[in-house]
């Protein structure tokens, strides 16, 4: 019922750049309630990397404020992350994730299939 699209993933040196993008799209009616990305590096647990609410909201992780800026539209089903001074710990599987009550099912996360990047000289 949920399609989330990612793209922009790859190997960059240290304090590179990158821009992972994803496109959410419901089959269904719906409710968004947020968007934005975590991330899971072998051997951890998944975090939150970004997350912007449909108020207007965005959080951000400590390990990557000042270094990473979300952007997009909850209303255009988008969201961009932008990652600058890239560092090898910021290496790790990114998931797209929306936050959304679909049809009848409640509101409950969806998962995009990741992005791997890799920070590595």
């Known amino acids: 019922q949920v399609q989330l699209v990612e793209s922009g993933g790859g190997l960059v040196q240290p304090g590179g750049s990158l821009r992972l993008s994803c496109a959410a799209s419901?089959?269904?009616?719906?409710?968004?309630?947020?968007m934005g990305w975590y991330r899971q590096a072998p051997g951890k647990q998944r975090e939150l990397v970004a997350r912007m609410t449909s108020t207007g909201v965005t959080n951000y992780a400590d390990s990557v404020s000042g270094r990473f800026t979300l952007s997009g539209d909850n209303a255009k089903k988008t969201v961009f992350l932008q990652m600058g001074s890239l560092k090898p710990e910021d290496t790790a599987v990114y998931y797209c994730?929306?936050?959304?009550?679909?049809?009848?099912?409640?509101?409950?996360?969806?998962w995009g299939q990741g992005t791997q990047v890799t920070v590595s000289s």
């Open positions: 419901f089959e269904r009616s719906f409710s968004l309630y947020a």
């Open positions: 994730n929306v936050y959304a009550n679909v049809y009848i099912d409640g509101p409950r996360d969806y």
